[in-house]
């Protein structure tokens, strides 16, 4: 298996969370011989594009008669171990900011070459929106003259930050997040977590299956979620010194581009958890609705608040204006202490402007 990057890490074929509907929908193609030359797998970080990827590549790899992929054939176990010569994976390597035009080259003379074991090759190019100019130029040359015995999946979370002339080439499959209670049935049945463990990751998570799966070796990301998921909390209650004392602490001294990337997940993060709010004053569990982690507290929160329906929906129109005032260059810290100010607390009913 080819990496760009230099590393060789495996890619489970056979375990996957969430994203039935995709799976059997390759699933499918690929039984009928009627793969798309390209996919572009669309979603958020750690939702799945790259599993969804292998998981396809398992299929295709997969000698078993039976159920594909099996997980246990010699395809599936050298795709396990990352080493499958008819599977690529393309990243961007950690020296450099995108992905480059050699990749890219790299990637085209394998395409150019026959399948080695498996009738069919698969190239995957994980943070495909990270492609430079030069390199997203030299990739639609062979999107243009598709392979006949290869196809390309290109994983992004941004699909219009690629030309549209790759995007109009590419089938896209929009992986949304996976609900929390899929989430732990799976780090149960498939990694053998204990199920209290598996539900608080999984709540974690906020949707992403590849974040749950490596937080089960990482306790100090837990641990960070857990301080974020703290002071999300807290902000409600908070008078506005220490809303803004906690927005200059979470931007820090960082360049623009870092403190926008940090708006937004903050902006994120607070989405759902007044979606959450939204939610329990209806009586509905937030964690039937696949929301973050927040969901143990926040039917008590606004409950003691009083938050009307009124005030959470006008906030979570704010959060989405808030969103694109920092998507069209506004200054991350400016939106969001205005942003903060509006914030419906326990003394003061929601400002509108």
Same mark, same amino acid.
Not at 102 to 115: K, M, S, W
Not at 238 to 257: C, E, N, V
């Given at each position: 298996?080819?990496?760009?990057?230099?590393?060789?890490?495996?890619?489970?074929?056979?375990?996957?969370?969430?994203?039935?509907?995709? @799976?059997?929908?390759?699933?499918?193609?690929?039984?009928?011989?009627?793969?798309?030359?390209?996919?572009?797998?669309?979603?958020?970080?750690?939702?799945?594009? /790259?599993?969804?990827?292998?998981?396809?590549?398992?299929?295709?790899?997969?000698?078993?008669?039976? *159920?594909?992929?099996?997980?246990?054939?010699?395809?599936?176990?050298?795709?396990?171990?990352? /080493?499958?010569?008819? #599977?690529?994976?393309?990243?961007?390597? #950690?020296?450099?900011?995108?992905?480059?035009?050699?990749?890219?080259?790299?990637?085209?003379?394998?395409?150019?070459?026959?399948?080695?074991?498996?009738?069919? +090759?698969?190239?995957?190019?994980?943070?495909?929106?990270?492609?430079?100019?030069?390199?997203?130029?030299?990739?639609?040359?062979?999107?243009?003259?598709?392979?006949?015995?290869?196809?390309?999946?290109?994983?992004?979370?941004?699909?219009?930050?690629?030309?549209?002339?790759?995007? *109009?080439?590419?089938? =896209?499959?929009?992986?949304?997040?996976?609900?929390?209670?899929?989430?732990?049935?799976?780090?149960?049945?498939?990694?053998?977590?204990?199920?209290?463990?598996?539900?608080?990751?999984?709540?974690?998570?906020?949707?992403?299956?590849?974040? =749950?799966?490596?937080?089960?070796?990482?306790?100090?990301?837990?641990?960070?979620?857990?301080?974020?998921?703290?002071?999300?909390?807290?902000?409600?209650?908070?008078?506005?010194?220490?809303?803004?004392?906690?927005?200059? =602490?979470?931007?820090? +001294?960082?360049?623009?581009?870092?403190?926008?990337?940090?708006?937004?997940?903050?902006?994120?993060?607070?989405?759902?958890?007044?979606?959450?709010?939204?939610? *329990?004053?209806?009586?509905?569990?937030?964690?039937?609705?696949?929301?973050?982690?927040?969901? @143990?507290?926040?039917?008590?929160?606004?409950?003691?608040?009083?938050?009307?329906?009124?005030?959470?929906?006008?906030?979570?129109?704010?959060?989405?204006?808030?969103?694109?005032?920092?998507?069209?260059?506004?200054?991350? @810290?400016?939106?969001?202490?205005?942003?903060?100010?509006?914030?419906?607390?326990?003394?003061? @009913?929601?400002?509108?402007?």
């Amino acid at each position: 298996m080819l990496l760009s990057d230099g590393s060789s890490s495996g890619h489970p074929s056979c375990i996957m969370i969430g994203h039935h509907w995709a @799976r059997n929908l390759l699933g499918r193609a690929a039984e009928r011989g009627r793969l798309c030359h390209s996919y572009m797998f669309v979603g958020p970080e750690s939702v799945g594009k /790259t599993s969804l990827a292998m998981h396809l590549a398992g299929y295709l790899v997969c000698t078993s008669s039976g *159920s594909r992929p099996c997980g246990t054939c010699r395809g599936c176990r050298i795709l396990d171990h990352g /080493t499958h010569p008819d #599977v690529s994976t393309i990243s961007r390597a #950690v020296e450099h900011r995108d992905i480059t035009i050699d990749q890219i080259r790299q990637l085209e003379q394998g395409v150019a070459l026959a399948p080695y074991e498996a009738p069919h +090759k698969l190239f995957c190019i994980a943070d495909a929106d990270t492609m430079n100019d030069a390199a997203a130029s030299a990739l639609l040359k062979t999107l243009e003259e598709p392979p006949t015995q290869a196809t390309l999946v290109l994983a992004v979370k941004d699909p219009f930050s690629l030309p549209s002339t790759i995007r *109009s080439r590419c089938q =896209a499959l929009v992986l949304q997040p996976v609900p929390a209670a899929e989430i732990a049935a799976g780090l149960s049945e498939a990694h053998h977590v204990p199920d209290d463990l598996a539900r608080e990751i999984a709540s974690l998570a906020r949707g992403r299956p590849g974040w =749950a799966v490596r937080a089960l070796g990482d306790p100090e990301l837990v641990e960070h979620e857990r301080a974020i998921v703290a002071i999300i909390n807290g902000l409600p209650a908070q008078g506005p010194y220490s809303r803004m004392t906690a927005i200059d =602490a979470w931007l820090g +001294k960082r360049s623009f581009l870092e403190a926008r990337e940090r708006a937004l997940d903050l902006l994120a993060r607070l989405e759902l958890w007044w979606r959450d709010a939204l939610f *329990s004053i209806h009586g509905v569990s937030s964690q039937s609705a696949a929301s973050g982690a927040s969901a @143990r507290h926040v039917i008590g929160i606004a409950t003691a608040q009083g938050l009307s329906m009124p005030d959470i929906v006008a906030f979570l129109l704010a959060t989405q204006v808030a969103a694109s005032r920092i998507a069209g260059n506004v200054a991350p @810290r400016l939106a969001l202490e205005h942003l903060i100010a509006t914030m419906p607390s326990p003394t003061s @009913r929601l400002t509108r402007v």
